[in-house]
Each structure stands twice: as structure tokens, then as C-alpha cells.
């Protein structure tokens, strides 16, 4: 079987602890959470630190709160936990939908809430193993120079593949950081960047302690799709989140679309709320809205299926998920 | 299950068996389905090494210099081998061997094993192999068999694969063969309907769970022992006694339970020889274990066919010629790849009468994994051609599809136009099971648009009447002891892959000696042991075990009669042995418990011990070059009928259920049966909707680059994608098949694709003739149909069916 590179494992009890290991090991150590990504990435040699930090027996990365005015999602929530808890499920039901839909059984109940917002960006050209990339001369992203999706320039394009965060954009969740400066908060919708070597804005020292999503109002009416050739197992070829306010008439006080699995980062589909709002969600505004959303939208060959089909997907995946706002 | 499939009771002599076609547990899903039972890789031996293979990063090089010697001095490293250590060629096909246990002097695909390392662990091993140089002077690569058949020039310069076998010859030729069968362009020429379709059936892998794992162990005293994963322990055994130029009766090859196979552990491959290579180096004993990337580099699955099929109607429906041509894509080795080339053409001649046929087959060599035999080897690609080839006829005929098979059914004892032997036929029953489940007359153009159900047929072999190398003796044998204490020891030669043979032995055993089902033992896959079976390939093992373990059986059964009519003064036929008794067939009041009925036995005989042993029958084939393969002494046959929901937005097909009827003969286990058929069902639709065994070109990454070798990318159904299968067994009772038995294992994948096919195009109206039906591909026909203005549910039928059974037997 593929075999893990040699490491020293750390399991510390603390936050401060982990984020001191982090800073006393610099480059040469990782955090890891569930593992569900990081340990096929090592086995596959794209990552191989001499300390793995591991930040599961951290009580506090575990704390899952629903206040009056936010929902509390500490770090290592694991995505089966969030897909059935009854809270989650009642207030924010896309995202309990999303974290249900990653992956299998076995690996949701390792993979968490945390590491799905860090996931490394997936390429057909960088998720295999050492002797195949050598066989193909490395990547941009790892051992080389050149990538095989563009051919041209020096841009990474692999494409972010975590199905909570564009629900958690819809939603305008924040993530609070833990660093040796201390802590801080990013939005979810500024956390990554437009680069598929590290696409998000978590410095590696910094730890993400938790997820903070505000309560909905009871008119918000939230959705995520995913498209994939099996019902399980697989990373999205297309996913579609939304989320905006609609009163009981059908009016819309404010709408948010977020596609990924695209390029580098979710893409926040622009102009919505400026074509909707005011307006009914009638098919014929859904219409428009799905086609804006296929205008923004050009995939590139970083997944191995067909372009031309993901790109057409858009307008029905986009259609599809606002017609659940519609039908609400 | 069987009488309510349309066997006439008066066929039916199940009164007599008390065991035989009862669902009975398999003997050994107890220690598997507790983890109990010990594969390959669970075998740890004292002081094992570990082996690792190093593998070619290039298509197509030749291999210039191999330096092993900064491995050899790395601290846990025991031992290098090379291709120069084993300089022997090998090949599952006596006429065809192409391959050297490691590359000698040239790499053929990316991943060719080139050197192995044998260390005190796999992490030792895998840092020597990056120790070792190897020098390469790349050669230009071949990938498309097209181009690959059109090339000239020579072997040294790359221009070919492997050296011609004659001079002047393409060396990227394996086989190519011709037949033709009565007048086939007459024939067409005065046809009713004839149309000509190309189709193209993308290859595929195993998929196997268990990956290869082979433990070799060259004791010292000459003796060289090899445990693997193998489905045919035979052939290794006679391969590595080749290879090593050691006593065969010196090798023993031991195969611990199999975690699937499906045909892709049917042949040596390069971890078995590189074990015993290793350990005859080192003195120790050597593991390798194949990550699962290297199981796609071994590959030998599904080939990829180009085909082109040309076929006729006549006014009544019936089939007047069939013209097939087909481009096999081999990959770098030939593998059974002659064979394949074949079977490509040799087994479409049932269940359906071809009054004439021809068929020109080449398999090309390119520079990537070897393909070899998948379930339903050779004969998947064309009935998948074949059966949407007839679909698209009895359209242009308007006639209902199931009408238009039943019109053209071959029948019962009788010879294809290739001289192929039938005897049993069911096919008529499972296409009327499969029409009456599924509600056919209901649905058939009559689902809403998006919605529809598709048919197709098949047949397949149960087992070859040639073994691969030419012989005389039995193909399959077993041993039996019987011991005082009532228990029954059944030493097989069969391979047990997860399908059921040791279990199928168990049963004949118990049902002919009387004794209930636990007290028999089965002791198999140890060469050391047990007596020749060939191997688990071609559906051969029920047919032929099963007739070998009668054989044995019956030889001890007179004994024991013979015992106890001469104590009870009564004729010996009169003794039944049944559900642990002896009993007197006049009054079974008066009986015996079995094991005094054996201690009676082993009184008068000695020690009671059988041999059993089946050999097909030879000389029923056609007289013409070929003419042996295909020939089998027994067919099954199988329909399906599949409803599937296409998502006309999306292309995304859903196969919502498909209904498997399958002639076995007679089912000695139907749970068993049942098991293989929806096995069988289930692989076919995850070939028809997902796998794709495809590799980079130049534009994307590498050329010959295994697109994605792992089992993320290369995707098989989950329990979520699987459709809901319902199993139809149909008995036909075989004359020659053990209790009438014939082959369940791999027949019923045939019809799977195709009728997935025809549903489709009942569903849209279109057709997709190339496989899988992948979201995008099924996607892009809904639009060109779309853009054309075809966008619609297909015509129905307009002429008249023919009811169930009413065509000519």
C-alpha cells in the first residue's frame, strides 16, 4: 500500500499549545484535524512534514453553540456531527446538507468542519502519487514548473473542491483564526484567494478555531446542490449554493449565489442582488439569474470531465436550487 | 424460484436431491464475513522481507543501463533483482509469450517493471528504488491501435511494439484473424432492412478489492514455494518452474483465499516471479503487496473494441448476415489477447440464428497496461454492438424487440453457423420472465418522455473444451477421504475467488454421500495437495468441479452401499445416503446413522479414498483454423430487461432497475446463483454508466499516462448508484452439466450494457453508441438531437407481437 513519510505526531491539549508547536516547527510542521485530506495528500507525497500537529483533543475546537444571535461551529465539529444535529439542521439547513454530501460515511465522521474550509485544492495533474507526477514531470503546484491545465503562464487553476464553504459564504459565516499574534476574523467570502497553490487567506501558523454564522431571519430561505457522477464518495465537478431573504409573497429583500469546484476559490456570483431584489423570485427571474450565473462561470480541465458540460451545468444547477427557495 | 420460472415439472428430478438447488450458506462466509479468514496479505512468515517493484516512467524506451548497486549497499536492503535475472519470456498463451518477468531491454508502458527490491520493510524498499539508476533512450510511443496497425519501419527503431513474429511483418500485430461463415454479402445484399453502425465499447478494469499480493519462499532445499492471489495456481506453477528452470514437482504454489478477481488475477504477473526471484537471492521470504495504482498498471482488463457491425433483415423478421469488423486495443503484452481476438467474433453466434457471418478481428499492441480477460471475456464489446444493432432493426422493421429475438431464437441441440454445440437452451424462458417482470408490454414506448426500458440477450460459455495449453489429461479434478468419525474431506484443485467453489464442492460431497453439510471439509488451493483443476476462468469450475466431484463422489457412494446392503441383505441401490443417514429405499424406517454406515465400508475396504476427474468432450467443434475456441460443452443464456430515468436537463442517467433472467442449467445454490447474476448485473451497469479506463494523450500531461489510477477517479458504483436488481433464474436442466448444471458467473453480465443502451434510447430517442454513458457524452447527444429537432420518445411498434413463446423452438 502507499506508505505516510516518516513524522513526529503531537497531539496537544491546548490551543496555545498547538499554535506554539506550530510556530516553534515553522515549515516543517502541519496541522491536521480529521486527517481525511491531508493523510492521502502525504501519501501521495505532496506534503511531507516532520511534525503533524494534531488539534483533535482540544476541547474547545469542539464547542457547537446556537445563541440568540449566531451559530457557534468550533473547528473540529466533525461534518457528520453538523449534517445531523438538530440545530444545525433547523437553522442553517444548506449547510447541514453540504456537510452531509462530503464524502462517504466512514470519512465524514473524521473530516470536520475546519479542515473542509482548508482543504488543498484538487487537479487531476496534483492528486496522485509521486510516481505518477514524475511520470508527468511534476505540476506548478508541486515539484514543477509548468501547468498542464493552462500550459501557459505561471497561475495555478486547481479548483477548490469543499462543499461548506460556499454555503457558509451564502450565509455570511466569519472564521476566527488563532496565530502567535492572537486572534483574528476573516469573512468566509474574503478567506480565499484566487490561487490554486495555497488558495486561502490562513497564514500557516494561524489555526482555525471556529465558524461563526449568524442567525437567519425566518424569511431566509438557504440551498446547496452538488453535482457529481456518484451519490457518494466524490469531490463536486459543480456545487451551488444559495441563500437570500424572501418574504412570503415571493418578493426578494436579498439573494446570494456562490458556485465552486470551478477554479481556485468559490465564486460569488455577482449582480444578483441588484437584478433581484424587489423583484418575485418568478421562473423568469430564476431564468435570468441562471443565466448570469453561466456568463461568470468557465471551468477549466483541472477536473477531468468534460468542460463544455460542467460549464452547461451551471445554469441548471443554479436554476434547480433557487427553484427550492422557490418552493419553500 | 426455478418452477416459477417455466420449468416443466416433468424436467424436474429435484424430488430426488435433498441438497442440491436448496439455498444453502457458503462454507466459507462465516470466517470471511467475521474477518477470520487469512488472504495473502495477512500472511506474516518468519523473517519476511518486503518487496517493491520499480516501475517505467516512459511509454515506450529502451533501457540502456540498470546500476543496482547503490540499492544493493543501502543498510536493510537484502536484494536486487533485474530483468537480467530472469531472461526468460512468459505468457498465459503458449504461442504468444511477449513478456519478460522484469523488462529486459525495453520498457512497453508506463509502469513496466523494470528492477525489485526486497528489504527488511516497505519503506526500506520504496527508498531503494529510488537508489536505483536506470537509463532509458525514450522510443516514439504508440497509443492509438489504428496508427499502431498502420506503422512500418522496424523494432529497433521504435517503430513497433514488439519484434514481428515473421519478417516483414507489423510488429504491432498480436493476432489478426478472418472468418467467414456462409455467404454473408449474398445474403445482405437480398435483405429487407440492412444497416451498418460503428461502436466503440471503452475499456475497463477489474476493480478487484484485494490487490495482488504474492509471498515467494525458496526454502534451501531446492523446493520453491509462492502463496498468491492468483485464480489460476495451475499456470503459475508451470510458469515459474519454467521461468526458474526448476522440477515442477519441486514448486508448490498455495493460494489463500481470493478478495475478487473477475479475471484480472488469471495469469502470472511480474510480483510472482519477483518473490520468488528475490527469495531464491536472499534465502528469505519475500512479500509484495501492489498499491492500487499498480493494480491499474496490471491491469489486463476489458479491451477497448472499435467495431462496425453490418446486419440484415428479411421481411419476416429474421437475421440473414452479420459483418463485423474490430480493431481490439491490446495494450503492451498479449496477454489472452489471441484468445480474446477470437472470442471477439466466435461467441455472438447464439442465442440467436445467424444464417451467415463474418467477422475480421486484429488486436493491436500500444504502449499502455495490458489488457487481457474481463467477465465475459472478449464477448461484452460485441454483445453490447450486437444486441443495440438488432434494437435499431427491429425498429426499422416495427417490431417490438423481444419479438424480433424470439423470432430469430437458434433453439435447443443444435450447432451455430460457426459449428458451435448447443445443447440445453433457456433463452426463450428467461426473455419471457424478464418481458412478464418487468411489465414490458406496459412500458415499452409507453413511459413518459425521459423514462424507458431496453432488452437485450446473450449467451456465454461454461468453460472451454481446449485447455490453454494442448493436453490430454482432465481438466479438473478432485480427491476424496472419508474419515471414521462420519466427517468427508474434499481436496480440490479449484480456485476460490469469492464465487463459490469450495462451497459448490461441499454441497455435491453432502448431498451424494448423505452427510449434512458441516461435516465436510474442503482443503483447496495448495498444488502440494490437490489435484490439477485448471483454474477460475471461462465459467468453467461449476461445470467442471462439479462433474469431477460427482465422479469421485460416486465411487465411495457404491462402496458404502455396497457395505451396507451386504449387513441389511438387500440390493446396494436400494441404500440411500441422505441427511446423515443410511436408509433402505423400501421402508426408510429401517436406517443408519452415515458414520456407521462408513465404519461398515471402511471394514470391507480399507481406507476410503477417491479420486474424481472431468475432461471435456473434444472433436464437436467446427473443422477450420479457430474452430476450438468457443467451443464449450455447455451455453448459458441470459436477458435483461433495465428501466432507466434519464435527466434530459443534465444527461444523467439513472438505472432504476433491471430484471435478470439466466439459464444456469440448474441452480445448485440459487442463492449463489442469485448472487453471480446480480454481481454479474451490477458490473455491467457500472460499466455502461461509469469506468473509464483511459489515459493522458501529449495535449493533456503525458502521453500513455493512466488518467486517474485510483479508485477516487476511476469509479464504480457506490450501494447508493447500484440499481435495484431482481434475479430470475431460469433451469433448463444440461444433460452433460453436474445435475444439469452450466455457468452463472459471467453470462449474466452480457446483456446489462446493451439493454441499458436500448432503454436509453427509449427514454430520449437517442442514441449513444459509445461507451460508458457518462453524463457529458449522453448530455451532447440530447443536444445535437435537440439542435436537429429529434428530440422525442421513438416510434412504437407497428406490427403485431408475437406472443410469448410463439416463435420456432
Keep these: 500500500m502507499l506508505r505516510l513519510p516518516p513524522f513526529l505526531f503531537h497531539r496537544p491539549a491546548t490551543l496555545q499549545d498547538a499554535v506554539d508547536l506550530l510556530r516553534e516547527h515553522g515549515p516543517a510542521a502541519l496541522p491536521m484535524a480529521g486527517g481525511t485530506d491531508l493523510v492521502p495528500n502525504m501519501k501521495h507525497r505532496l506534503f511531507e512534514p516532520a511534525h503533524v500537529i494534531s488539534i483533535t483533543g482540544i476541547p474547545e475546537l469542539h464547542e457547537v453553540g446556537v445563541g440568540e444571535k449566531e451559530v457557534t461551529l468550533g473547528a473540529t465539529s466533525t461534518l457528520a456531527a453538523l449534517a445531523v444535529h438538530p440545530e444545525v439542521r433547523q437553522h442553517l439547513p444548506s449547510l447541514a446538507n453540504a456537510a452531509g454530501l462530503v464524502a462517504g460515511p466512514q470519512i465524514r465522521n473524521r473530516a470536520t468542519l475546519g479542515g473542509n474550509l482548508c482543504l488543498d485544492t484538487r487537479c487531476t495533474y496534483y492528486n496522485q502519487t509521486e510516481f505518477w507526477r514524475k511520470a508527468l514531470g511534476y505540476c506548478l503546484k508541486k515539484d514543477g514548473t509548468v501547468c498542464h491545465v493552462t500550459r501557459v503562464g505561471k497561475k495555478c487553476v486547481a479548483a477548490h473542491s469543499a462543499d461548506t464553504p460556499p454555503v457558509l459564504m451564502t450565509l455570511g459565516g466569519q472564521v476566527d483564526l488563532r496565530g502567535p499574534e492572537g486572534e483574528r476574523t476573516v469573512p468566509v467570502r474574503d478567506f480565499f484567494v484566487h490561487d490554486g497553490i495555497r488558495n486561502t487567506r490562513r497564514q500557516p501558523g494561524e489555526l482555525v478555531v471556529r465558524v461563526r454564522i449568524p442567525r437567519p431571519s425566518p424569511e431566509t430561505r438557504m440551498a446547496y446542490l452538488k453535482l457529481r457522477q456518484r451519490k457518494s ?96 | 424460484m426455478g418452477d416459477s420460472n417455466g420449468v416443466p415439472d416433468s424436467a424436474n428430478s429435484l424430488s430426488d436431491l435433498t441438497m442440491i438447488g436448496q439455498p444453502m450458506r457458503k462454507v466459507d462466509g462465516l470466517d470471511k464475513s467475521t474477518g477470520r479468514a487469512t488472504y495473502t496479505d495477512d500472511i506474516a512468515l518468519p523473517g519476511m522481507l518486503h518487496g517493491k517493484i520499480l516501475r517505467s516512467p516512459h511509454p515506450h524506451a529502451r533501457i540502456l543501463r540498470v546500476d543496482v548497486s547503490r540499492a544493493e549497499s543501502m543498510k536493510g536492503v537484502h536484494g536486487v533483482v533485474t530483468g537480467k535475472d530472469m531472461p526468460v519470456l512468459y505468457g498465459i498463451i503458449p504461442w504468444t509469450q511477449d513478456e519478460y518477468p522484469l523488462a529486459l531491454d525495453r520498457v512497453r508502458y508506463i509502469g513496466d517493471g523494470v528492477a525489485a527490491v526486497a528489504a527488511v520493510d516497505e519503506d526500506t524498499a520504496i527508498r531503494a528504488l529510488a537508489a536505483i539508476e536506470v537509463e532509458y533512450e525514450e522510443l516514439p510511443a504508440h497509443l492509438d491501435p489504428f496508427q499502431a496497425l498502420a506503422a512500418r519501419g522496424d523494432y529497433e527503431a521504435g517503430d513497433y511494439i514488439h519484434p514481428p513474429r515473421k519478417e516483414g511483418w507489423n510488429g504491432n500485430i498480436t493476432k489478426q484473424v478472418t472468418l467467414e461463415f456462409g455467404d454473408v454479402a449474398g445474403q445482405i445484399q437480398g435483405s429487407e432492412h440492412v444497416i451498418e453502425c460503428e461502436y466503440y465499447f471503452e475499456g475497463t478494469t477489474h476493480a478487484a478489492i484485494e490487490p495482488h499480493c504474492a509471498i515467494g519462499l525458496a526454502s534451501g532445499d531446492g523446493r520453491l514455494t509462492v502463496w498468491s492471489t492468483t485464480q489460476v495456481p495451475h499456470y503459475l506453477h508451470r510458469e515459474l518452474a519454467r521461468v526458474f528452470e526448476v522440477d515442477p514437482a519441486m514448486v508448490r504454489v498455495l493460494q489463500p483465499p481470493v478478495g475478487g478477481a473477475f479475471g484480472g488475477k488469471s495469469e502470472p504477473f511480474d510480483l510472482e516471479f519477483c518473490v520468488a526471484a528475490l527469495s531464491l537471492k536472499t534465502g528469505r521470504p519475500v512479500k509484495i503487496l501492489y498499491t492500487r495504482e499498480e493494480v491499474f498498471y496490471s491491469h489486463r482488463g476489458r479491451h477497448p473494441f472499435h467495431m462496425r457491425y453490418r446486419t440484415g433483415l428479411d421481411a419476416n423478421g429474421r437475421l440473414t448476415g452479420v459483418d463485423a469488423q474490430i480493431v481490439l486495443d491490446g495494450g503492451a503484452y498479449a496477454s489472452f489477447g489471441l484468445v480474446t481476438t477470437y472470442y471477439s467474433g466466435q461467441l455472438l453466434c447464439a442465442p440467436y440464428e445467424l444464417p451467415a457471418y463474418r467477422f475480421h478481428s486484429r488486436r493491436a499492441y500500444t504502449n499502455k497496461p495490458a489488457c487481457g480477460p474481463k467477465r465475459g471475456h472478449g464477448s461484452v464489446q460485441p454483445r453490447f454492438a450486437f444486441e443495440v444493432q438488432l434494437d435499431k432493426l427491429a425498429e426499422k422493421a416495427g417490431l417490438d424487440p423481444i419479438d424480433l429475438r424470439r423470432r430469430n431464437f437458434i433453439g435447443a441441440d443444435t450447432r451455430t453457423v460457426n459449428e458451435l ?235 432504476s432497475k433491471i430484471w435478470i433472467a439466466h439459464d444456469c442449467g440448474r441452480a445448485l445454490n440459487p442463492v449463489l446463483v442469485e448472487g453471480q447474476m446480480e454481481g454479474s448485473a451490477y458490473m455491467g451497469c457500472a460499466e455502461a454508466l461509469l469506468e473509464e479506463h483511459v489515459f493522458k494523450d501529449g495535449d493533456h500531461g503525458r502521453q500513455g499516462l493512466h488518467n486517474a489510477p485510483s479508485l477516487l477517479d476511476y469509479r464504480i458504483p457506490t450501494s447508493l448508484d447500484t440499481p435495484e436488481l431482481e434475479s430470475l433464474i431460469v433451469e433448463s436442466l444440461d444433460p452433460e452439466g453436474p445435475y444439469g448444471a452450466k455457468e452463472a458467473g459471467e453470462g449474466p453480465l452480457h446483456p446489462s450494457i446493451p439493454a441499458i443502451a436500448n432503454a436509453i434510447y427509449d427514454a430520449v430517442g437517442v442514441r449513444v453508441d459509445v461507451l460508458p454513458f457518462s453524463p457529458p457524452r449522453v448530455w451532447k447527444a440530447l443536444q445535437e438531437a435537440r439542435a436537429s429537432g429529434k428530440l422525442g420518445k421513438p416510434p412504437a411498434p407497428e406490427r403485431a407481437r408475437v406472443p410469448e413463446r410463439g416463435a420456432k423452438r
Excluded at chain 2, 437 to 443: P, T, V, Y
Excluded at chain 2, 479 to 504: K, N, P
Excluded at chain 2, 581 to 593: G, H, Q, S, V, Y
Design chain 2, 421 to 655: 454445440r448447443i445443447t440445453s437452451n433457456g433463452f426463450l424462458e428467461c426473455l419471457d420472465a424478464v418481458e412478464r417482470a418487468s411489465g414490458w408490454a406496459d412500458k415499452f414506448r409507453k413511459l413518459e418522455y425521459g423514462r424507458g426500458v431496453g432488452v437485450a440477450g446473450s449467451t456465454y460459455i461454461s468453460g472451454t473444451n481446449y485447455p490453454i495449453y494442448p493436453n490430454e489429461m482432465p481438466q479438473s479434478g478432485v480427491q476424496i477421504q472419508i474419515d471414521r468419525s462420519g466427517r468427508v474431506a474434499v481436496f480440490s484443485g479449484a480456485s476460490e475467488i469469492g464465487q463459490g467453489t469450495d462451497s459448490m464442492v461441499a454441497y455435491v460431497a453432502a448431498e451424494e454421500l448423505g452427510v449434512p453439510l458441516e461435516h465436510v471439509r474442503v482443503l483447496r488451493g495448495d498444488t502440494d495437495f490437490t489435484p490439477v483443476d485448471l483454474g477460475a476462468y471461462s465459467s468453467r469450475v461449476t461445470f467442471m468441479l462439479g462433474n469431477a466431484c460427482i465422479d469421485a463422489c460416486r465411487k465411495l457412494k457404491k462402496q458404502v452401499q455396497g457395505a451396507v446392503s451386504e449387513v441389511w441383505e438387500v440390493k446396494p441401490q436400494e441404500v440411500l445416503l441422505a441427511g446423515g443417514w443410511a436408509l433402505w429405499a423400501r421402508d426408510t424406517e429401517r436406517k443408519m446413522p452415515i458414520r456407521e454406515a462408513f465404519n461398515l465400508a471402511e471394514a470391507k475396504f480399507g481406507t476410503l479414498g477417491a479420486t474424481g476427474s472431468y475432461n471435456t468432450p473434444k472433436d464437436i467443434h467446427g473443422d477450420y483454423r479457430g474452430g476450438t475456441i468457443g467451443a464449450s460443452p455447455a451455453y448459458s443464456f441470459t436477458a435483461h430487461v433495465a428501466e432507466v430515468e434519464v435527466d434530459v436537463e443534465t444527461g444523467v442517467v439513472e438505472v
Design chain 1, 233 to 328: 464518495i466524490d469531490f463536486p465537478l459543480l456545487s451551488v449554493a444559495v441563500a437570500g431573504e424572501v418574504e412570503e409573497d415571493g418578493t426578494v429583500r436579498d439573494l446570494r449565489g456562490v458556485v465552486t469546484a470551478l477554479g481556485s476559490r468559490p465564486k460569488e456570483l455577482s449582480g444578483w442582488a441588484e437584478m433581484a431584489k424587489g423583484e418575485r423570485l418568478t421562473p423568469e427571474l430564476v431564468e435570468g439569474l441562471a443565466e448570469r450565473a453561466f456568463k461568470q462561470c468557465h471551468p477549466l480541465e483541472n477536473i477531468i470531465v468534460d468542460t463544455e458540460w460542467r460549464r452547461a451545468m451551471v445554469p441548471v444547477y443554479v436554476r434547480r436550487a433557487l427553484e427550492q427557495l422557490q418552493a419553500v
